[in-house]
Every structure is written in C-alpha cells, then in structure tokens.
C-alpha cells in the first residue's frame, strides 16, 4: 500500500513526538464533531459520528438514524472549516500525549539523580528544568539554609510522580536521605558494583547525616571506599550539599556493635540491648557523655534513625573511666582486638 502525503505527515509527527497515530486519529474526529456543532448547535452529540480516510486525511460527518444506519451529512467545505476549528484541538492533544510520555519516562528514573537548573521560583518552590520537562521542587525537600537562584546549577533527586492543580508533576528533592545515598552511588563505584551496599541512613537535611555500609567482600573496606584516597570522595558528596557534616560507620550484623558504631565519634563502653521493646542502654565514660548526645540531642536521635532502636545514654563512674584509660594504653593492633572481643562476649 503506497504511502500517501497525509499518512506519511501523520506517521512523521507522532514519531517526532513520541505518540500513537490513532490517539492523534481520535483527537481529530473529536474536533471534526466540535466543528459540526458549532454551526449546527440544533444535533446531538451523541448522534454524531466522524470519519477520517486515514489515507488521504478526507473528513465526514455522519448522522445515526432510529434503524442504527448513517447518514452522510458532511456540509459543502467542511473539510476547511473543521480542519481551522481542529487544529487547537489537535495541538493540546499532543501536548498532553507529550507530557504523559515524558511522566511515564520520570517514573521509571524515580530514585535517580539528575542535573538540571533552577528555572524560576514559584511562593518559596523551586521550578527545576531537567531538559525534557520541569519539576517542583517544595520548601520541604529544599536544603534548609541552601539559598536557590533562577539559572543555578544543582543536582536533584526524582523523587515521585505526584497529582497538582495543574495535572501530575514531577517532584524532586535535595533534603530526602535518598539524595545522599544516590550521591554516594555516583562517587563510589563499588556502591553501583555491588561490592559496597548502603544499609541504612539517617539524615537531618543542611546538618548532618549518619550513613551506615557494608561489604561484600572481606578486602574492601566500605567506610574507606565512601570516604575515598585523601576523602576525595566523600568531600565531593559534601561540596554539592554545603556544609552537612557525614558520619560513614560500617554496618554489623551484630546489633551492639552497630548501635555503638552509630553514635560516632562518642566511644561506647557497653550496650545491653531489650529486643522486646527496641530499647538499647548505652554505657559511655563521662567525658563521652555530651559527645553521644550532641548538641540539642542530634547525634543520638541520628543513631536511633539509624539503627531502629530507641536509645537511652548514661555516663560511666569513675571505674569505667579507669578502664577505659587501662584500654587506652594497649597499642593499637591489640586495642582492635580487644575491643572485638569484647563485642563477640556481648553479641
């Protein structure tokens, strides 16, 4: 079958623009019916039925008689009025097929992180161009004390497709912890191998956040590899969010030994954990006792995020202290040792 000039025309748009043929066949013989009424208001609608030779673009308007038949009532130059009264129509229909294929592609990357820049600022949201669509960035998945300019380049998480008063959009975020974990996915290549896996964060946006790795394999260490030769790496994570702080603690399965991870720097003494209520006691010497806290209480609520775990913190007396010091003393290869004993004894 020849391809005729109005079928070639119709294939080349849809394929420039990413639709079906017949969705924009359908749009065209709904505008072919809203043309018809408007200069004959006196016929129903539903009586109506449009046609479109899908070969040669020729238009007709039929009407349904009481016996189910149709009754060609095409009006003399039809075709030009319908086509002018179409054409807007027509536009808004691919419009519309464009935006849901382009939605459908965002929903696919949801998760991902994407570079784009700062169109304009909409009551405190940002409006951010990704290239094919914009997105809606809220005052709430903003960086708290970031400042956003029209043009400033950024990088954002896509982090749902979400109904507006305007129809779906997409929306992004900068404060959500997955931003973090997708930032490190793009600086460390054992995250995207597999080698490295990030098993849990725990985040307060534009101040710090707690990001708990592991590994697969016994040569690699994940909390060298995040932070990367002379903290390359993890530095570069930190440059795109300002001045967050990053706390890297490697994951254990042991549940004491990661609760006390979690409330580094602060060095824990002992942890009794209660399964039963997801409460874990933490012991720490005195002069370790506002470092597990930190200030306003942030480094503690980090590590129960983080962990799972509510956590109740107590100061040691004066004979953990003397232990600790004891501890102190020993050389470093033997201190490592002894204190992984002392967790397998607790675990």
Do not use: W
Request: aromatic residues 4%; hydrophobic residues 40%; glycine residues 8%.
């Amino acid at each position: 079958m020849a391809i005729t000039e109005f079928s070639s025309a119709l294939n080349q748009v849809c394929n420039e623009r990413g639709i079906s043929a017949s969705s924009v066949l359908e749009a065209i013989k709904t505008s072919l019916i809203a043309a018809y009424k408007k200069d004959y208001p006196g016929v129903s609608t539903i009586d109506l039925v449009a046609e479109i030779n899908e070969e040669n673009g020729e238009a007709k308007i039929y009407k349904t008689l009481e016996d189910g038949s149709l009754q060609d009532i095409t009006p003399a130059g039809f075709g030009r009025i319908a086509a002018q009264t179409a054409k807007q129509v027509i536009l808004q229909k691919i419009r519309e097929e464009e935006k849901d294929a382009v939605l459908d592609e965002y929903k696919k990357r949801i998760g991902e992180i994407v570079a784009g820049h700062i169109f304009r600022m909409e009551k405190g949201n940002a409006i951010v161009d990704l290239g094919k669509t914009q997105a809606t960035m809220v005052i709430s998945d903003q960086i708290p004390g970031e400042r956003y300019y029209i043009n400033q380049r950024l990088k954002v998480l896509i982090k749902e497709i979400k109904e507006g008063e305007k129809g779906a959009e997409v929306i992004v975020s900068r404060s959500d912890p997955k931003f973090i974990a997708g930032l490190f996915a793009m600086e460390v290549p054992e995250i995207t191998s597999g080698s490295v896996k990030i098993e849990a964060i725990a985040r307060e946006a534009g101040s710090r956040t707690k990001i708990a790795v592991s590994s697969s394999q016994e040569r690699i260490d994940p909390v060298g590899s995040c932070v990367g030769q002379k903290g390359v790496r993890v530095t570069n994570v930190i440059n795109e969010i300002g001045d967050e702080k990053i706390d890297i603690i490697a994951y254990s399965q042991s549940r004491e030994r990661f609760i006390a991870s979690s409330l580094s720097p602060a060095k824990v003494r002992d942890v009794i954990i209660d399964l039963d209520t997801k409460t874990a006691t933490i012991e720490v010497m005195e002069d370790q006792l506002s470092l597990a806290i930190g200030k306003d209480g942030q480094n503690v609520r980090l590590a129960a995020k983080l962990t799972g775990f509510k956590i109740d913190i107590k100061g040691g007396n004066t004979e953990t202290v003397a232990e600790s010091k004891e501890m102190e003393e020993i050389p470093v290869k033997e201190k490592k040792k002894a204190v992984k004993k002392v967790y397998k004894k607790k675990s």
